[in-house]
Each structure stands twice: as structure tokens, then as C-alpha cells.
């Protein structure tokens, strides 16, 4: 089992940034691939990005390319999400995810799961 914890959520406004970090209790989080997953109001948890173990290869949504970056720094077990120039549709929970299978974009690929960090964006 890997317990995965999200940090750094908040209110911001609309153009600010905000990093989130993403780190796994009592596990080697250098041996999974992460996602980033949110979740808004009333709609389904969406892919927003994924890197692999080796921080190779980002991926990220249409929604977030050109505004976020992933990244990861192994040596201290933590995974970031860095959001620029937020929009107010970037409002939601997000999550982070693991999976020992390598990078997917479907929450049905990853088995480990954090409880979220809540983001609000205002006008």
C-alpha cells in the first residue's frame, strides 16, 4: 500500500501560481509514475498531468499545456504540480496518483491515491 499525500492547496487569484506537492509516507515514491487528477464541482476526476519515475516524458491535458509543469525530485520523495496563470476553471480538488505500471492519463490506471488538496480560484 502507498499513502500519498497532497500539499500546498489554497485560494489564489485568477493569474496567480500555485505549486502542489505530492509525496508517499513510508515509500520509495522514486520506484512509481505520478498523475495529477482533479476533480470540480458536480463533474468526473480528470487527468491534468503525469511524469515517470525517471521524470522523463510529461504529459499533461490541453486544458493545463503551456500553464503547468510537472516535476519530481526523487532524492526527497516528492512530486510537484507548478500551476501558472490560473484560471477560474481551474478550480477543483486535486489529487495526486501512483502506479508501479509506468505514466497513463485514466484513473482507472492508477492504484494509489491521495486525498486531495483543495484549489480555488477567484476572480
Known amino acids: 500500500q502507498v499513502h500519498l499525500v497532497e500539499l500546498g492547496g489554497g485560494l489564489v487569484q485568477a493569474g496567480d501560481s500555485l505549486t502542489l506537492s505530492c509525496t508517499a509516507s513510508?515509500?520509495?515514491?522514486?520506484?512509481?509514475?505520478v498523475g495529477w487528477f482533479r476533480q470540480a464541482p458536480g463533474k468526473e476526476r480528470e487527468f491534468v498531468a503525469t511524469?515517470?519515475?525517471?521524470?522523463?516524458?510529461?504529459h499533461y491535458a490541453d486544458s493545463v499545456k503551456g500553464r503547468f509543469i510537472i516535476s519530481r525530485d526523487n532524492a526527497k520523495n516528492f512530486v510537484y504540480l507548478q500551476m501558472n496563470s490560473l484560471k477560474l476553471d481551474d478550480t477543483a480538488v486535486y489529487f495526486c496518483?501512483?502506479?508501479?505500471?509506468?505514466?497513463?492519463?485514466?484513473?482507472?490506471?492508477?492504484?494509489?491515491w491521495g486525498q486531495g488538496t483543495q484549489v480555488t480560484v477567484s476572480s
Open positions: 496518483a501512483a502506479s508501479g505500471e509506468g505514466t497513463g492519463i485514466s484513473v482507472r490506471w492508477y492504484p494509489y
Open positions: 513510508g515509500r520509495d515514491l522514486s520506484t512509481y509514475a
Open positions: 511524469i515517470n519515475k525517471l521524470a522523463m516524458r510529461p
